[in-house]
């Protein structure tokens, strides 16, 4: 892992002492706006982020764009309904340039494990020990189950100095040896640690078959939707970083989130069933404000405590908005799925602290009812 990647994730785990805003890095003065270049396209969610640049200018939401700019946005792409209401780069970033997700990477792996599972590959609530055999017989990690390393209540230490700091070859054996800080169920913790375990547990059952995780994600959900310009960070030994290593265009990373948004259907094909998707966004009962790999609304109001929860600080925070579901990473990567509003908007970004989730879905959702 390259240096600067270790240091987005660290930024991305030191972000979580920020109050409910989703706030990630450093503070930086508002660069001018780059105006965008119309270009005529057919307005599908496949015809954003593909090879061909693709701009599409919306004045009604100037606002919104202009909040993005102002905390260092590179590209927005907005989808209501069936229609790309808003593609644009911001800051001197393409519409159809590649960027790293960072942490919101991470999204991806809930939806492939219930793939998996409705394959008959694993049971989310499977002992990780059945296919760990390392683990048979190992105090509380002998206790683990599938299920709790996506939801990251597995027990491990997060690993977010051994598997980022260290720089080891091989990730996933080196997460194997990390030390359990709590029973599994017990305890909800970010890192990388979780789905490194899975990475292994995954590429171990998928090995007879000739995949590995990312190609079983390929497979289950990258192709059937079209999903193309993705590329996935590996260590020495090839193992993909579930956790922070995909890098793709704003609208390819948009498809993702209408695959969501619309229960596992694309263009009329179901592609993941809608039962599995509907798992992957069950508020877990350790931590409620997050799900299988997506952080989802935290309902309540935003208190002014600065005691909380790193978790309870990090989630997506909106009064009105109760079923928003968040893919967020380092320097403010976001993807957000509004059901009741039939949007999905894929955002990136660069560090910027005063960034708010709550103030820009206010202008996006003003934006969007006034366009309909």
Known sequence: MTRKRKFNWLLATAALAFAGSGCNGASRSAPPAVEPVAVPVDPAPESVGGTEPVTIENAVYDEAAAYSTRYGGLALVVIDGDRVALAIGQNGHRIDESHPLHGASESFW?????????????????????TIKEWEGVRWKSDMRIRQLLQYTSGLESGVWPLLREEPENHYERALELDMVAAPGERFQVGPSHLAVFGEVLRRKLAPEGFDPFSYLERKILEPIGLETVHWERDVAGNPDLANGARMAAGEWAKFGVLIRDRGVWHGEVVLDAEGIEACLERGDVQPRFGLTFWLNAREPRAADSRRSAADQTAVRHEDLGDVVMAAGAGNQRLYVIRSLNLVVARFGEDARDWRDSEFLNLITAAAASDR
Do not use: N
């Not at 809930?110 to 059945?130: M, Q």
């Open 110 to 130: 809930g939806p492939v494990a219930v793939a998996a599972d409705r394959d008959g590959l694993l049971d989310l609530d499977e002992p990780v020990a059945l």
